[in-house]
């Protein structure tokens, strides 16, 4: 064997390495935990583990400051799985050995496709209500729908991500060029004074001209979120059509007109569209007697698929969500007073692998355990026999 390629095989393979990986996990854990007196938990989770290296800003800049989650657990992965081909041998006496990491492989493997693949979001509704779509926790999107015909709606959205580039967009079904001129990503919004000087170069069209848009600096309090605002310009075949200020604050979508078709545009919570409806029969709050402590959260549901397949009544409440096509519905908020009821939506291809790896190590530790306690009194035994 080569000896460049010996030496990096024995790196990979090397203790000295593992013991270095989980030391770097441990501080990457307290230090990540201390960070969020500053950020909330979802910034951390992006800054320090969802993310190859960490980045600190300093005013305009960025430097690294330490590896991220998918380095550190990407070489302990490569690690795991040198040391199994190369230091393991397949005996029977490392049975469990072999199991219990192979778990722990698997438990890396499962983290890593949550962390590229999951995505979170929540449903929203009133007794009553019935509902084809979840809304994200964070993220936007500027939606542009023609809505000249009757029977459906037709919707081009595009991402917050990026908006925040500032580029010039056309989309085939677009019969205009979208310009992104200005982008925040938190603002607040206030009547126009006409002595304060407008931020676009032209003049604003419908509610963005009464309204002056104010860049304030972002949040990441758990219990607080930001409100992007943007200055978006529509220029079509003929000329410009305006500039129009978009961001969730304005709430309703603004109109107008392209070549006899009615258009509206709009910033808003980023939408995840389903095959199937959900509609919310009746909300259910249980208390202790005597008290204000809750006891239970209940919501009798009814869930329909589009092609007719499936057509039946449940119930979701809590620590028992419903699983449907691929989603995972949690009993999120519930306010008895207004009959509403809120579900998180979980989309996690890889959720079952954490329970398949925690069953292979705990099984793995129970037959290894049993080897060695029946090759111990194998021995004792035989000695006994001798003496």
């Known amino acids: 064997m080569n000896a460049t390629v010996r030496s990096v095989r024995n790196f990979f393979v090397s203790l000295q390495l593992t013991v270095v990986l989980l030391l770097l996990s441990l501080i990457l854990v307290f230090i990540a935990t201390l960070d969020q007196v500053h950020l909330g938990i979802w910034v951390i989770q992006q800054k320090w583990f969802h993310s190859f290296v960490v980045m600190q800003n300093t005013g305009d800049f960025s430097f690294p400051i330490f590896p991220g989650g998918y380095t550190i657990g990407g070489f302990l992965l490569i690690n795991l799985i040198a040391a199994h081909i190369y230091r393991f041998k397949l005996t029977w006496k490392k049975t469990g050995i072999q199991l219990a990491h192979s778990g722990v492989i698997l438990l890396l493997l499962g983290e890593l496709i949550s962390g590229l693949l999951q995505k979170d979001s929540v449903m929203q509704l009133l007794e ?15 939606v542009l729908i023609d809505k ?6 037709e919707v081009v959205a595009i991402p917050e991500a990026v908006l925040a580039d500032k580029t010039s967009l056309q989309h085939p079904k677009l019969p205009f060029l979208v310009r992104v001129k200005e982008f925040y990503p938190n603002v607040n919004l206030s009547m126009r004074d006409a002595t304060v000087a407008t931020n676009p170069e032209s003049p604003v069209a419908g509610m963005g001209s009464r309204v002056l848009m104010i ?17 978006v310009e529509l220029t079509g075949s003929e000329g410009p059509l305006g500039t129009w200020l978009v961001s969730p604050q304005l709430g309703a979508p603004q109109t107008f007109s392209v070549n006899g078709h009615t258009w509206s545009i709009a910033l808003r919570i980023k939408r995840y ?18 008290t204000e402590i809750a006891k239970n959260f209940a919501s009798k549901i009814r869930v329909k698929s589009d092609d007719g397949k499936e057509d039946r009544e449940t119930t979701i409440y809590m620590n028992n969500p419903l699983r449907f096509g691929g989603k995972t519905f949690y009993q999120y908020q519930m306010n008895a007073a207004s009959q509403m009821s809120a579900f998180q939506v979980v989309s996690n291809p890889g959720w079952l692998l954490p329970y398949i790896a925690c069953i292979m190590m705990g099984l793995g530790l129970l037959i290894q355990f049993g080897i060695t306690l029946f090759s111990f009194i194998n021995k004792r035994n035989a000695a006994t026999t001798a003496a």
């Open 128 to 142: 009553g209500e019935t509902m084809k779509y979840s809304e994200s926790f964070r993220d936007h999107e500027l």
């Open 148 to 153: 000249t015909n009757a029977d459906y709606d």
């Open 215 to 231: 860049p304030v600096p972002m949040t990441y309090k758990p219990d607080e979120k930001n409100q992007p605002g943007a200055y």
């Open 273 to 290: 569209y389903q095959p199937f409806s959900i509609n919310l029969i009746k909300v259910t709050h249980d208390v202790y007697p005597g």
